[in-house]
T-cell receptor, first 111, second 113 residues
Framework: GENVEQHPSTLSVQEGDSAVIKCTYS??????FPWYKQELGKRPQLIID?????GEKKDQRIAVTLNKTAKHFSLHITETQPEDSAVYFC??????????FGAGTTVTVRA | NAGVTQTPKFQVLKTGQSMTLQCAQD?????MYWYRQDPGMGLRLIYY???????DKGEVPNGYNVSRLNKREFSLRLESAAPSQTSVYFC????????????FGEGSRLTVL
């Protein structure tokens, strides 16, 4: 099955700085790569996703890049704010209905 | 519109006891899932149901059973709970028309003593 590795496991950034989280996947057939955000005590929620026919996607302060050759994808958060503090999960799938998640990155934004 | 509702939110069991986690969605979604979340291990798929009438094993199915009762409901059963099953359990659903977005329930925190 698909194996997704995520780094770093924790990330502390100064408010206003950028944060980058990286994930690698094992199955070259994977074609869908979402990112979920989970605030403390809450449910995970989708924040952005990318499909294998696209190299980059942006939504306001967040962006995701995909390198199919190297089998890795990254989440970029610019101008971080306190509300960006959360656990972020990357995921990958061949079929939309079966996702494999990374272990998560705990992001702390320092005021 | 409640989305995905799961019960109970909290449960404490003794080793060997059984229990069922209930999940229902009101979004007319086809696929439903059960994940467990443990520190440092992300979200691991226990079982899923791609459509009404079908169920399949995920990454960590041992010790669990599921039932897709109808299109709305998908339950997870622990027949003989073990301390290793202490976790937070999330139910989720996915519409084939929603570009792959999983909608999660609020989670159920289970402690097995």
């Amino acid at each position: 099955g698909e194996n997704v590795e995520q780094h770093p496991s924790t990330l502390s950034v100064q408010e206003g700085d950028s944060a980058v989280i990286k994930c690698t996947y094992s199955d070259s057939a994977s074609n869908y790569f979402p990112w979920y955000k989970q605030e403390l005590g809450k449910r995970p929620q989708l924040i952005i996703d990318i499909r294998s026919n696209v190299g980059e996607k942006k939504d306001q302060r967040i962006a995701v890049t995909l390198n199919k050759t190297a089998k890795h994808f990254s989440l970029h958060i610019t101008e971080t704010q306190p509300e960006d503090s959360a656990v972020y999960f990357c995921a990958a799938s061949q079929h939309d209905y079966k996702l494999s998640f990374g272990a998560g990155t705990t992001v702390t934004v320092r005021a | 519109n409640a989305g995905v509702t799961q019960t109970p939110k909290f449960q404490v069991l003794k080793t060997g006891q059984s229990m069922t986690l209930q999940c229902a969605q009101d979004m007319n979604h086809n696929s439903m899932y059960w994940y467990r979340q443990d520190p440092g291990m992300g979200l691991r798929l226990i079982y899923y149901s791609a459509s009404e009438g079908t169920t399949d094993k995920g990454e960590v199915p041992n010790g669990y059973n599921v039932s897709r009762l109808n299109k709305r409901e998908f339950s997870l059963r622990l027949e003989s709970a073990a301390p290793s099953q202490t976790s937070v359990y999330f139910c989720a659903s996915l519409s084939s028309n929603s570009a792959g977005e999983l909608f999660f329930g609020e989670g159920s925190r289970l402690t097995v003593l």
